[in-house]
């Protein structure tokens, strides 16, 4: 089956700092999204991006299909940014909608 | 608000006792699944549903059960349940589409069978 892999898998950042998280996919994919894990275990969609480049505040995603990886980026961190990123990708010949998912990122923001 | 509702939040039962899990969706979603949070293993995916009647295994369907008799509900049963099903449970629903669509997660509930 598809390989979803991101990376880092740990991230320390200091509040105000930038940052680039990965997602790398094995095989065609018609469906990618990002999530924000929030400590009290919520799962917060950021965003829904099979391709093209999307921006919510200070977040922003980049996804490059053909080449096959997705990338989030989080400019002037806050603490309630803390958390763990999940990408989530939908293969292009999955028969229904799974999402499979990355082993996330986890962000911890220092004030 | 369009949303997916998870009942209850937290639960802790003990072993044996049969439990569901609800989950509700307002967005007139075909799909919906149930997916659980394991440390070291991710979200997997238990049961899902293409419309009402029509279920189906995921990954991990094992010790679980589910249906689907109105769009909008898909409760999770345990008929009876064991330690290895604590865990992280998320509802999800999405419109089915040959392109792909946006997937919907519920609050998520937090079980822990003793």
């Known amino acids: 089956g598809i390989q979803v892999e991101q990376s880092p898998p740990d991230l320390i950042l200091q509040e105000g700092a930038n940052s680039t998280l990965r997602c790398n996919f094995s095989?065609?994919?018609?469906?990618l999204q990002w999530f924000h894990q929030n400590p009290w275990g919520q799962l917060i969609n950021l965003f829904y991006i099979p391709s093209g480049t999307k921006q919510n505040g200070r977040l922003s995603a980049t996804t490059v299909a053909t080449e096959r990886y997705s990338l989030l980026y989080i400019s002037s961190s806050q603490t309630t940014d803390s958390g763990v990123y999940f990408c989530?990708?939908?293969?292009?010949?999955?028969?229904?909608?799974?999402?499979?998912f990355g082993a996330g990122t986890i962000l911890r923001v220092k004030s | 608000e369009a949303q997916v509702t998870q009942n209850p939040r937290y639960l802790i039962t003990v072993t044996g006792k049969k439990l569901t899990v609800t989950c509700s969706q307002n967005m007139n979603h075909e799909y919906m699944s149930w997916y659980r949070q394991d440390p070291g293993l991710g979200l997997r995916q238990i049961y899902y549903s293409m419309n009402v009647e029509v279920t189906d295994k995921g990954d991990v369907p094992e010790g679980y059960k589910v249906s689907r008799k109105e769009k909008r509900n898909f409760p999770l049963i345990l008929e009876s349940p064991s330690p290895n099903q604590t865990s992280l449970y998320f509802c999800?629903?999405?419109?089915?589409?040959?392109?792909?669509?946006?997937?919907?997660f519920g609050q998520g509930t937090r079980l822990t069978v003793v």
């Open positions: 999800a629903s999405s419109l089915l589409g040959r392109g792909g669509t946006e997937a919907f």
């Open positions: 989530a990708v939908r293969p292009f010949m999955e028969y229904g909608n799974k999402l499979v």
């Open positions: 095989d065609s994919v018609n469906n």
